[in-house]
């Protein structure tokens, strides 16, 4: 699973928000959040900025935390440039 997906099913849960109710928030079918979730397949870097818009209209937490998640010590500068070359 993409690290977005790992994200996003942990905000979902923690804050219970429904697959449903995102995807209608986004304006996306529900099986696409669905495939995101189990890791069939990664949302685009343009979806993740609307995953993030979409979170913050539903709970303003939730958005903060996904975006925690998935950009991790990157966020607060701890992170190591030269790992970020790697990938």
């Known amino acids: ?12 849960a923690t804050y219970g928000i429904s697959q449903n109710k995102l995807a209608v928030t986004i304006g996306i079918r529900r099986w696409d959040v669905d495939r ?4 069939l397949t990664d949302p685009t870097g343009e ?8 979170l913050r209209g539903l709970n303003s937490d939730a958005a903060l935390e996904f975006v925690k998640l998935y950009l991790g010590d990157i966020v ?7 790992n970020l070359e790697e990938d």
């Open 47 to 54: 979806t993740i900025v609307e995953i993030a818009k979409a």
């Open 1 to 12: 699973m993409g690290k977005a997906g790992e994200a996003l099913k942990q905000v979902l």
């Open 76 to 82: 607060h500068g701890r992170e190591d440039p030269q």
């Open 36 to 39: 995101w979730v189990h890791g």
